[in-house]
Each structure stands twice: as structure tokens, then as C-alpha cells.
């Protein structure tokens, strides 16, 4: 224990001057110092792997772009850089907010499909527009195949997931309840829209729909209930 | 897993909107041994304390109109205090709990987010886990009462929102209250809390504070604004008046058992621009607000609280539109009509048998940019402990207490979280 004599305090810690008036302590021996709390430590916000990575990948997308251009060729352009422009940003984002995250499972299934059929529906546009290859009578395969595929292989994951381990169960309620409607209105634009034209993709995703909603009231009716009403209160 | 949820009661409804990293509304209550904590026996203890208070062991969860919440599976994590004060609960992440549990040598800190309880809550929960530390370490205690670790028919008078549960269609509200004086400094680098800890004898400022015919939180109070005072408005001329934020334990007043949050507040009302005011001056006006306090006062603070959650445009505007527009009146409006916080828990009472293994307990209450300095204390035995957190470099305001205190006749002993700058 030291001494301040100008603030007239004892001052629990190894220093030479006073934390209140800064002056010059005395040693009083009454009591032994102890460390009262632990030393600042300012961590990395970044570390250098981590930067060496960010760097590769910058180096990937530049690279990407000017091999694209120099063998471009002229007649029948094909944009592939393309994929790697948006991929690899894609994948920081999935190993941030999937991987590391350290969010609920049936958040990152969800957040995992939504994020992935958008960026397919955005890489086929994309390309397609700068070939110059898009028109009102495109078929958008991303449309017709993947984004039905993703809604019905994750939800029904997400059921079984949430079946077999029972206290993933009330935070995936809502996910199931959302990729339900998802489908449902798939199956609305098949049946109104010209735009999508598989019909079998539409018809699973309709179908899919009403057997997920159907087991969760049928095999959970109580905690399905619950779930809304704890939602839903005003 | 049927009704194991809770809704936010009236004060805790603010806070999730608001949470940053960099502020996280949350505060700490500690607890230091006579010897070094053993995380693992820390563990058990926590887990044991959290099966008597099971509406803390809860996660944060958004409803489409309001948030609520639910009861958490997950074991509580044990971790090594964090240097940066107030940085350790995380509401998304790690176990999702609403609070933290952490230890350095020989403190045991209990961070805690305040939409879940409030120092009262916290303090009794953090008296329980020592009391299963100490059992589990082989340490014979008889629980004489003060401690909870039965009496689970309390459970539901203890998880009941008594904000609601009091309120009053046909009370007046409060009228808003004018900005207070706003304390501007240096910020520390990288966001670092500093924090000064003054440990007084309990004896000693009992005495002084009852010769000023006062209590040791009038005494205290009237020693931070005289700082304050001497510090801003001694010769100075300024615009918006000093006021002192005191936080009031409400339960004694409304004959509640609840320990969520509950708590209301006064701020000090005494003229401190253009006067040249004695510290006895100071003490006067003290007296005269803290004696002001009723529960006509309280109740109509309390329907100034709750009357806009009763609103049904208010209740059915969904959860995002609410959050938004909570954060922009708490930028706006938040903090501005109290200069510094003053908040004492008061003396704690443990079994006679737990004495001989605690020296002290800590109350430490969370500072951000917009609330950049906050004074908590609590007692235990002869121990006062005053805790001066502050997002500002400089020192003055504290040091002004400190010689105020010791100018008293009170030994006055320091502790910081700096480190020395040779």
C-alpha cells in the first residue's frame, strides 16, 4: 500500500505517482499490494492470416477480370469472371456470418439457402446481361432449378434437424413457417406467372409447403402454438 | 418447455434496442474473496444459483411486436475477466445469457444486461452463487435468510412485473424535466473504461453522514455534487443546472418481491448556477429531495413509464419500427436530464459464516459516450465501496471527492484499472 500526502489517500496498486493528483507516492508497509484488476490488452482486430487471406482474394478477383478480358472472345463472350467476383465475396460473408457465427442452427440454414439462391439468381443475371444473352423469352435455370431445390432440400433438413433434436425445435419454428410460405408462393407464381415453367419443380414446392405445415401441427401442435403466441404477443 | 417465457417488464424494454457492443447497458456487481476463485467450483455454483432464479437463466428473442424472453438451455460460460469494463455480456453469441459470470485472483464479477434485472436482482443472485461457491469449496454455512435458495414459492412474485402490476389509468403523469448541465472531457483510446474505486469504513462514514443529519447515500450524494459544483459551477456561469440521477429501489414502496427491475428514480432538484453555495448548503438540498420521496411521486413516475407501452398504436407498431424509433429518442432525449448517476445498493447482509471468506463487494454501473461518467457503491461490513466509472481521461471530479472525503476525517484507500504512464 503507498501513500499520497497532497490527496491524503492510500493507493492500492505498484506505482510510483498518484492515479488522482499524479504526484510522487510514499511507501506505508501496513499491507501487502495485490494486483486489483488485469492489464489492458488491445487485441488485433485483424490477424495477419486473416489479412494474408483478404489479400489472396483481392489478388484472385483482379486476376479473374483480366484473364476474362485478354481472352475474351468477341463472338461468343463468356463473362466467367463473373462467378468469381460475387463467389468470393459470397464465401467471406458465409464463413463470417455461417462458419464463425456463433448464431442458432436453424438461423444460419435459413440465413445459409436465402443468401445462396440470390446469389445464384444474381450471377445468372448477370451474366446473361453482359452477353447480351437475356430477352423476355429467357428461361432463368436458377429460377426453375436451384431456387426450388434449395427451398425444399433445406427445409425439409430443417425438419428433420429440428424432429430429431428437439431443442433446436422452437427456434426453428418460424424458419420452417417461413420457408413454407416461400414455396407456397412458388407454387403461386408457377401456376400465375409464365416466368417459371417447370412444372414439377412448382408442384414439389407447393406440396412441400403443406407437408411441412402439416407436421408441425400435427407432431408439435403444442410448442408450434406456443412459439406463435410467444411471437405474436402485443 | 411450456411457459417458460417472459415478457420485458416496462424499464427493460429500452435497453435491447439501444445494445451496441461499444454500450452495452449493462453493469457489474462483484464480489472479492479472501481467496483466489476456482473457476471450475464457479461453474457448479452458477449452475446451482440458476436453477433458484430462473427467469435470469433466460435468452433474448424478438417477437414480431416486442421482444421476450426464454428460458436458455445452455450452461453458462465461466470466463477470465475482460480488462475493458462492461464488454463481457453478449447477447447473440457465446451461451446467449444475458449476463456474464467472470473472475480475476480473487473477484468473482457478475455483469449483468439491464433488461433483465436490476442492482437488487443482481446482488441477490450474486449473494447465492458465493453461498454455493463457499458450500461447494467445504465451507460450512447456515443460511440464516438472508440468502435465496429456497422458498421457490416466491418464484412468481419475484418473476412479476410490477411496473405493470401497479399501474394506474387514472394517475397524472410527470411533466418532462428540464436538460441538465452535460459534463464534457478527453475520451480514453479504444473505447477503455476508466475506473477509480474509493474504499471507505462503513463506521466512520455512518457517523459523519449522521452528523450532516443525513444517510450515508445524502452524505455521498451531497459530497459528488459539491465535486461536481467546485468542479463546473463555483465562478462559472452555466446555462443548464447540476442534477444528480439517484436511482430508488421501488420495492419498498409498492410492497413488491420482484426482482426483475424495478426501480424508479430522483434527480436532485436543489439551484446550483450563480450561487455560491457552502458543502452544507449542498447537503440541505439533498436532504430536501431524498425526504420528498413518496409513493405519489413514484406512482406517477411509473405511469409516465408504462402509460406509452399501454398505448395500442404503440403495441401493435411492429418490433423494427419500435426499435427504430427508440433509438433516435434515446440519442435524442436519453440522458440529457441528469448530469452523473449516483446509485448505492446499500449495506448487504450475508450469513455470519460467509463472513470470514469475503472482504468486500463491488457495484459498478455501465458508462458509454452519452453517459460518460456513473458512480455505484455498495457496502458490506465495514466496507464502502465507491465506484467511479468514466469514459473521460481526466481526473479531477474524483479527485474532488476523494479530498472531500479524507478533508472529513475518512481514511480514503484507491484502486484503479489503469495501468502507469511513466
Same mark, same amino acid.
Given at each position: 500500500m503507498k501513500h499520497c500526502p497532497h490527496c491524503n489517500v492510500d493507493?492500492?496498486?505498484?506505482? #510510483?505517482r498518484c492515479p488522482l493528483c499524479y504526484g510522487i507516492l510514499v511507501d506505508d508497509q501496513n499491507d501487502l499490494t495485490y494486483q486489483a484488476h488485469p492489464n489492458k490488452i488491445i487485441k488485433e482486430k485483424m490477424t495477419l492470416t486473416t489479412k494474408l487471406l483478404l489479400f489472396a482474394s483481392l489478388i484472385a478477383i483482379a486476376a479473374s477480370v483480366f484473364a476474362n478480358i485478354a481472352t475474351l472472345n468477341k463472338d461468343n463472350p463468356l463473362y466467367w469472371c463473373v462467378l468469381v467476383v460475387v463467389g468470393i465475396p459470397y464465401i467471406w460473408l458465409s464463413i463470417r456470418y455461417v462458419?464463425?457465427?456463433?448464431?442458432?442452427?436453424?438461423? #444460419?440454414? =435459413?440465413?445459409?439457402?436465402?443468401?445462396?439462391? =440470390?446469389?445464384?439468381?444474381?450471377?445468372?443475371?448477370?451474366?446473361?446481361l453482359v452477353s447480351g444473352k437475356i430477352d423476355e423469352s429467357t428461361t432463368m435455370w436458377s429460377v426453375n432449378y436451384v431456387v426450388p431445390s434449395i427451398l425444399v432440400a433445406a427445409s425439409i433438413a430443417l425438419l428433420i434437424l429440428s424432429s430429431v433434436l428437439k431443442k433446436f425445435y422452437c427456434d426453428s419454428i418460424m424458419y420452417l413457417f417461413a420457408f413454407s410460405l416461400l414455396e407456397a408462393l412458388y407454387f403461386l407464381l408457377f401456376k400465375i406467372s409464365s416466368f417459371i415453367s417447370v412444372s414439377w419443380m412448382g408442384y414439389t414446392c407447393g406440396g412441400v409447403a403443406i407437408a411441412i405445415l402439416l407436421a408441425m401441427f400435427i407432431f408439435h401442435f403444442d410448442d408450434t402454438k406456443e412459439e406463435f403466441i410467444k411471437r405474436f404477443h402485443i | 418447455m411450456k411457459n417458460d417465457w417472459y415478457t420485458l417488464d416496462n424499464a427493460a424494454k429500452i435497453f435491447p434496442a439501444v445494445y451496441k457492443h461499444s454500450d452495452t447497458n449493462s453493469y457489474r456487481v462483484s464480489v472479492l474473496l479472501k481467496k483466489d476463485v476456482n473457476p471450475d467450483t464457479l461453474l457448479i455454483a452458477t449452475k446451482d444459483a440458476l436453477k433458484r432464479f430462473p427467469y435470469l437463466c433466460v435468452k433474448l428473442k424478438k417477437g414480431i411486436f416486442w421482444y421476450y424472453l426464454?428460458? &436458455?438451455?445452455?450452461?453458462?460460460?465461466?470466463?477470465?475477466? +475482460?480488462?475493458f469494463l462492461f464488454n463481457s455480456v453478449r447477447l447473440h453469441t457465446k451461451a446467449g445469457f444475458m449476463f456474464s459470470v467472470t473472475y480475476f485472483g480473487r473477484r468473482i464479477n457478475l455483469e449483468m444486461f439491464h433488461a433483465l434485472t436490476d442492482g437488487t436482482g443482481a446482488s441477490e443472485f450474486l449473494k447465492t452463487i458465493t453461498y454455493y461457491y463457499?458450500?461447494?469449496? %467445504?465451507?460450512?454455512?447456515?443460511? +440464516? %435468510?438472508?440468502?435465496?435458495?429456497?422458498?421457490? !414459492?416466491?418464484?412468481s412474485a419475484e418473476s412479476f412485473d410490477d411496473f405493470n402490476g401497479n399501474y394506474d389509468a387514472h394517475v397524472e403523469k410527470l411533466k418532462k424535466e428540464e436538460k441538465a448541465y452535460q459534463i464534457k472531457g478527453r475520451l480514453y483510446k479504444d473505447n477503455w473504461t476508466g475506473l477509480v474505486q474509493l474504499i471507505l469504513p462503513v463506521d466512520i462514514l455512518k457517523d459523519i453522514a449522521h452528523k450532516y443529519q443525513t444517510t450515508v447515500?445524502?452524505?455521498?450524494? *451531497?459530497?459528488?455534487?459539491? *465535486?461536481?459544483?467546485?468542479?463546473?459551477?463555483? &465562478? @462559472?456561469?452555466?446555462?443548464?443546472?447540476?442534477?444528480l440521477f439517484i436511482p430508488i429501489n421501488a420495492r419498498k414502496f409498492f410492497d413488491s418481491y420482484s426482482l426483475r427491475n424495478f426501480m424508479l428514480y430522483i434527480r436532485t432538484t436543489g439551484e446550483f448556477r450563480d450561487k455560491d453555495l457552502s458543502f452544507e448548503n449542498v447537503v440541505d438540498y439533498v436532504r430536501h429531495t431524498l425526504t420528498n420521496i413518496n409513493r405519489d411521486i413514484l406512482l406517477r413516475q411509473l405511469v409516465s413509464n408504462v402509460k406509452n407501452e399501454k398505448n395500442f398504436f404503440v403495441r401493435i407498431m411492429p418490433l423494427f419500427l419500435k426499435d427504430f424509433i427508440m433509438r433516435i429518442a434515446y440519442r435524442m432525449f436519453g440522458q440529457y436530464s441528469s448530469t452523473v448517476s449516483f446509485s448505492n445498493l446499500g449495506l448487504l447482509k450475508l450469513p455470519k459464516e460467509m463472513e470470514n471468506y469475503i472482504e468486500r463487494f463491488e457495484f459498478l454501473i455501465g458508462v458509454s459516450k452519452m453517459s460518460p461518467i456513473n458512480i455505484g457503491a455498495v457496502s458490506y461490513?465495514? &466496507?464502502?465501496?465507491?465506484?467511479? *466509472?468514466?469514459?473521460? @481521461? +481526466?481526473?479531477?471530479?474524483?479527485?474532488?471527492? *476523494?479530498?472531500?472525503?479524507?478533508?472529513? %476525517?475518512?481514511?480514503? !484507500?484507491?484502486?484503479?484499472? +489503469?495501468?502507469? @504512464? !511513466?
Open positions: 493507493i492500492n496498486a505498484n506505482r #510510483k462458419i464463425i457465427s456463433k448464431g442458432n442452427v436453424p438461423t #444460419k440454414i =435459413f440465413m445459409e439457402s436465402i443468401a445462396t439462391m =440470390f446469389l445464384i439468381i444474381l450471377v445468372e443475371i448477370i451474366i446473361k | 426464454e428460458h &436458455n438451455y445452455n450452461d453458462p460460460l465461466i470466463e477470465q475477466e +475482460d480488462p463457499l458450500l461447494h469449496s %467445504g465451507i460450512k454455512i447456515e443460511n +440464516d %435468510g438472508s440468502i435465496q435458495t429456497e422458498e421457490v !414459492e416466491k418464484l447515500t445524502g452524505f455521498m450524494s *451531497a459530497i459528488i455534487l459539491y *465535486a461536481l459544483y467546485l468542479s463546473y459551477f463555483k &465562478n @462559472v456561469k452555466q446555462k443548464n443546472n447540476l442534477r461490513n465495514n &466496507n464502502f465501496v465507491l465506484s467511479y *466509472a468514466t469514459k473521460y @481521461v +481526466d481526473r479531477h471530479i474524483i479527485r474532488k471527492i *476523494a479530498t472531500l472525503l479524507s478533508d472529513e %476525517g475518512i481514511p480514503v !484507500e484507491v484502486e484503479v484499472n +489503469d495501468l502507469e @504512464v !511513466e
